[in-house]
């Protein structure tokens, strides 16, 4: 099969959930004898096109800057420039048989799917999130401008893949009809095994972007009721964002220098999963999250997850399997939920995710639900449906 997928982003060259999905998947469809092609900005130096582990890259054009201003809000500037130039590169490769398209930043999907109307490619768009109304929360009123956007992307194909049963919910809300695939996020459970504890422990750790809907500030709050019956507590948060300063004064103004340490950015996925290894208990209040791989990463390390019980937190579909505790989004609840974990004479229960969860199980997904989305257009075209 002649694959291409399509992400603004590439991998190593930036290290993110999607970057890394598109990266693990491709280079072992590589692996099984497919042809696999990477579209996206050009983040490194040198040629265009290059082949890493039998996975072509290609960059398309230069990026441009990914945030601006304090808020640290996205721009559309780069999504645009991507698909102004993606056109013509993906269109002169030839004919794909699949074109997975990621939704998110919306743009590129239109030249994806036009390529793919020229070529008679089957289009997949995989959704990572579905905003719908939050548009009008984040943006105020332009932000209606962002759900005329996603209804036109989710009209350019029948294909969708959700990476969680949420973000699938949250499509079939938006008027997406079935069939909508389910192919999750996955781990390198071998890799991880591999990898040591940190030196710097912790009894709770937090991976986030530091942004609003990440919630941080009730994670500090619960670290300062804690503090009253634990008073060595010790918090670990990894991660920047447009609210670092002001989580750093709540941190002073609750007297939690001692308690709490923020590490910055930690560019390395290695040393993030050494300071999981080496903490008691992963805590993600995010009220948004399409999947949540921070989640399944903590599982992986042995180490257990609290939650927050919001519809809007794709983390809390990994509760079925246990493991992961949802509570309210309030201090109290998550003080309760760390104090209970800390001081529990029990070892953690966390699943085991071996030939589930692993990347090879993984891309087993992906490649049975294009196989399966081939053949329905198929179906379809000799009806002359499509």
Request: overall charge neutral; proline content about 6%; charged content about 20%.
């Amino acid at each position: 099969m002649n694959i291409a997928f399509v992400y603004d982003m590439v991998y190593p060259f930036r290290i993110g959930g999607v970057e890394k999905r598109i990266w693990e998947i491709s280079r072992r469809l590589s692996a099984r004898g497919h042809e696999v092609h990477v579209f996206g900005l050009k983040m490194w130096e040198g040629p265009p096109d290059i082949l890493q582990e039998g996975v072509h890259l290609h960059g398309v054009c230069r990026p441009l800057p990914f945030h601006t201003g304090r808020s640290g809000r996205r721009t559309i500037f780069p999504a645009l420039w991507l698909s102004l130039f993606l056109f013509l590169p993906l269109l002169r490769k030839g004919r794909f048989d699949v074109i997975d398209c990621q939704n998110f930043p919306y743009f590129p999907s239109f030249p994806a799917g036009l390529v793919a109307a020229l070529r008679h490619s089957l289009l997949i768009l995989t959704w990572h999130e579905v905003w719908g109304r939050y548009w009008l929360h984040y943006m105020g009123r332009t932000g209606l401008v962002g759900i005329f956007i996603e209804r036109l992307v989710k009209n350019l194909t029948r294909c969708h893949v959700a990476v969680s049963p949420t973000t699938k919910a949250m499509l079939l809300d938006l008027g997406v009809e079935e069939p909508v695939a389910v192919v999750p996020n996955g781990v390198d459970l071998e890799r991880i095994r591999k990898i040591p504890p940190s030196s710097e422990c912790s009894d709770v750790i937090c991976i986030a972007r530091l942004i609003p809907d990440k919630h941080v500030d009730v994670l500090i709050g619960a670290v300062a009721l804690l503090k009253v019956s634990i008073p060595e507590i010790r918090c670990t948060i990894v991660g920047r964002g447009p609210d670092e300063e002001r989580l750093k004064a709540q941190v002073s103004l609750s007297g939690l220098d001692k308690n709490v340490r923020f590490t910055g950015f930690v560019k390395d996925q290695d040393d993030i999963l050494a300071l999981l290894k080496a903490s008691r208990l992963c805590v993600l209040p995010s009220t948004r999250e399409g999947f949540g791989m921070v989640a399944l990463e903590a599982l992986a390390c042995g180490v257990p997850v609290v939650t927050a019980d919001h519809p809007g937190n794709a983390i809390r579909d990994l509760a079925a399997m246990g493991g992961v505790r949802a509570v309210p989004l309030t201090g109290e609840d998550f003080a309760g939920a760390i104090r209970e974990t800390l001081q529990s004479r029990s070892p953690p229960q966390v699943p085991d995710l071996e030939g589930a969860w692993d990347w090879d199980a993984v891309s087993g997904q992906w490649l049975g639900m294009a196989e399966e989305f081939l053949r329905i257009s198929r179906e379809h075209a000799a009806k002359g449906s499509l």
